[in-house]
């Protein structure tokens, strides 16, 4: 509670019609104004006999300096009424406010909550408290229960937990043994120690007595006696003055009337005690397990019996676990303390939780615990969209990073001139599209920056990429990241050749653009952010999912190619994909595969990648040209790693006179933290491959940007130092972006991709070829 209660019946004429025994207080709201309401939960909602004036002071937001006069006593009181005289009739009564609701005035709501002598804000600026809080004690604690309300006791076992117990204005903070099984991945309470127990409630200690903006008296910090620590009377009496030292008010110890010695000797010495009956988990397993209890006439009043003594030895505060509801209740009416219970119905003086039952920190609690939040499962999402973000290189970004003064940035990068210390920053420009073709344009191109192919005026040329105008981009990570991951849609899967046509002559008619993003599924961030180009490029967004086995020669991973639908539907979906086309085989192959009529690249063949995999290049033109003919996109999005693919699909576009009504965009690779290029089959690579993998990026980069290199150089240099770190080397390349051809040694750089195959093999793995690239620019 908020403000210190007041019994209106000896203040003003508004109380002298009630009864005795009701009484109100003045508590603070959200929002910082002020309401009358019952002093108790038990009471009923307004005076049951009283004056039509008097009733509305219930309905009315009262006036805030009146409020604080009647409530701390302040000298700038007003001379004006408490409250604005009420001129309409009941049923004009308005309401308080916009910002609470009557459950959170009646119900004891933690924000309604109003009696410890501190103030609150009001239009964000902050007043001194009248007084700091007080802790509530024992006293208080009884007072409470006397007058009818409600305790509310959950467990705490590190100083976050004390912290949010004591903000919410509980009134008891046990410091439980559940510590084992909550925290420290233990089957059950039996091997937590005192050493543990003491460090946890230090812990909460301090978390109870961080004051911050709690403005609730101090809850009682309760100490549960872990397994062991009792078994003796030196043992009881030493560990539960270890528990006073490490800062609980009180000891729980669980056990029946046979412990009623102990609780005595300890109320002697001034140690007070809660004692814990019903289902006694530290002693479990001679209960019959984790089990109701009480469940006949007989055990009943045993437990009822175990009460008594224990309450007439000293005990203070009593728990009842897992027992019906009229054993709890009947344990209640026959002590004079207060029974906190679990699992032991509502007719108890109050209840308690485990925190992490109540927060859904382990999946499903127990039956008789309520998950009030789910946080294991927002804390999982947190967790993998921090993973996500790590991994894409969207976190930390330039946010949460910080910079070197430009002064001193330029002299370490002149002290470290083989390492690149700022990423460069983009300007914004995007070629517009003219009849499915990028307009060509005389922009400068320079050795910098992220860069992919552009069909220009019928030729596939390497181009510097533009993003956002201000935007940094992070490492070797392409523009569509910048892009953002869109909304969350759910994406129209079509699994037959009929339903994707039908499809999209419905989205002809509407008059919407289409982009097309091809894959074999096993999606990764590098699949995403086609998708993202796709979205900027296009009104609809389509993947197709399709382990093609044509470009699979015999003995390749066909087989064994990793098949994730629905973990790629899920990604789709919160990408923002429109729809998905999934055919069988025999959609695409009615005739059998690789079927009667396939396309051959013969201008590639003998050519790095089609030298190594020649079915590879035909099978992916093929099942290519046959998407097209599907789905006639107005967009084709394509990622830069597989270099000769696009090539091959410009020409092909070129040479079968589709390029007037499919425009080709190509996406830069996109990488790892380290610049390894994403691939579905980096799953493949074991530890130390993977170690080694980034080694393939550097080396290009270093060979390409080298003062005077041409293309023998680079061939050279790549080689080298991938086959000093122990790589196989499959191919270097360095062609020109038309025919893939290679150049000669002396001819110049500009104007080049830069293609490599490194194969990746490990005893008890499986091989793993790694593709990459960079693109050396016309100059």
């Known amino acids: 509670q908020v403000g210190a209660s007041l019994k209106v019946c000896t203040r003003s004429r508004f109380m002298k019609s009630l009864e005795p025994a009701f009484s109100a207080a003045l508590r603070r709201l959200p929002g910082g104004c002020f309401a009358k309401m019952p002093r108790s939960q038990a009471m009923s909602a307004v005076p049951p006999q009283t004056s039509l004036n008097n009733m509305c002071t219930y309905f009315h937001a009262w006036p805030k300096h009146r409020s604080m006069f009647i409530i701390y006593g302040s000298r700038r009181a007003s001379s004006t009424s408490p409250m604005e005289e009420s001129t309409s009739k009941v049923g004009d009564m308005r309401e308080i406010s916009n910002s609470f609701n009557l459950e959170s005035i009646y119900g004891g709501g933690m924000n309604a909550a109003a009696t410890n002598g501190a103030e609150g804000q009001t239009g964000g600026e902050k007043r001194k408290a009248a007084a700091p809080a007080k802790p509530l004690g024992l006293g208080g604690v009884r007072r409470r229960f006397e007058r009818g309300q409600k305790l509310s006791m959950v467990t705490a076992y590190d100083f976050p937990s004390g912290r949010f117990a004591r903000q919410a204005g509980v009134e008891l903070v046990l410091v439980g043994d559940s510590l084992g099984n909550c925290r420290l991945g233990l089957s059950d309470t039996v091997g937590v120690t005192m050493e543990d127990m003491l460090r946890a409630t230090q812990a909460v200690r301090r978390g109870v007595d961080a004051t911050g903006d709690a403005t609730s008296p101090k809850p009682l910090v309760i100490g549960d006696m872990p397994f062991g620590s009792y078994l003796t009377m030196e043992d009881a009496l030493r560990n539960a003055a270890a528990f006073r030292v490490a800062g609980a008010d009180v000891v729980k110890l669980e056990g029946g009337g046979h412990l009623a010695p102990v609780v005595k000797a300890l109320t002697n010495a001034g140690i007070a005690v809660m004692s814990h009956i019903g289902l006694e988990p530290q002693r479990a397993l001679l209960q019959g397990g984790f089990r109701l209890q009480g469940t006949s006439a007989a055990s009943a009043m045993d437990i009822i019996a175990d009460a008594k003594e224990l309450n007439g030895a000293g005990a203070v505060l009593l728990v009842v676990e897992m027992v019906p509801e009229e054993v709890g209740t009947a344990v209640q009416a026959s002590v004079s303390c207060p029974v906190i ?439």
């Open 341 to 779: 219970g679990i699992g032991a119905g509502g007719k108890v003086a109050g209840q308690v939780l485990v925190c992490d039952d109540m927060l859904g920190m382990h999946g499903r609690p127990p039956s008789f615990a309520k998950m009030f939040f789910d946080v294991g499962r927002a804390s999982t999402e947190a967790y993998e969209n921090y993973v996500k973000e790590v991994r894409s290189g969207q976190f930390p970004g330039d946010k949460y990073s910080r910079h070197m003064p430009a002064e001193e940035l330029q002299k370490l990068q002149q002290l470290l001139p083989q390492v690149q210390l700022q990423d460069t920053v983009q300007e914004s420009a995007e070629s517009p599209v003219v009849n499915g073709h990028a307009a060509s344009s005389s922009r400068s191109q320079s050795t910098s920056g992220s860069f992919g192919f552009e069909l220009l005026q019928g030729r596939l040329l390497p181009v510097q990429r533009h993003g956002v105008a201000g935007v940094r981009l992070a490492g070797a990570r392409g523009i569509s990241q910048a892009a953002g991951t869109g909304t969350r849609t759910e994406p129209q899967q079509l699994c037959s050749n009929a339903e994707l046509i039908a499809w999209r002559r419905k989205v002809a008619e509407q008059g919407r653009r289409v982009a097309f993003v091809p894959t074999m599924g096993n999606l990764h961030e590098g699949h995403l952010e086609l998708i993202d180009a796709a979205k900027q490029r296009a009104d609809e967004a389509i993947v197709s999912i399709f382990v093609n086995p044509s470009q699979f020669a015999s003995g390749e991973d066909l087989d064994t190619y990793p098949r994730t639908l629905e973990e790629d539907m899920q990604k789709l979906r919160e990408r923002g994909a429109t729809a998905l086309f999934t055919p069988f085989a025999n959609e695409l192959y009615p005739t059998g595969i690789p079927g009667g009529t396939m396309v051959v690249p013969h201008f590639v063949e003998g050519k790095s990648e089609a030298a190594d995999r020649p079915h590879f290049v035909s099978g992916v033109t093929t099942v290519c040209l046959k998407f097209f003919n599907l789905l006639q996109p107005d967009v084709a999005i394509f990622g830069q790693k597989d270099a000769m693919q696009c090539v091959v699909i410009a020409r092909m576009l070129e040479d079968l006179m589709l390029d007037h009504r499919i425009a080709l965009h190509v996406v830069p690779t996109s990488r790892e933290f380290d610049g390894v290029a994403r691939s579905s089959r980096n799953s493949y690579l074991s530890p130390s491959m993977r170690q080694k993998a980034p080694a393939i990026y550097k080396a290009l980069c270093a060979a390409t940007s080298a003062a005077g290199a041409s293309p023998g150089s680079v061939r050279s240099s790549v080689r080298q130092e991938l086959e000093r770190q122990e790589l196989e080397v499959s191919y270097i390349s360095v062609a020109d972006t038309r025919f893939m051809n290679e150049k000669a040694d002396e001819a110049e750089l500009s104007n080049s991709v830069v293609s490599i195959c490194c194969v990746m093999k490990e005893e008890g793995h499986r091989t793993c070829r790694l593709l990459d690239n960079v693109l050396v620019p016309a100059r």
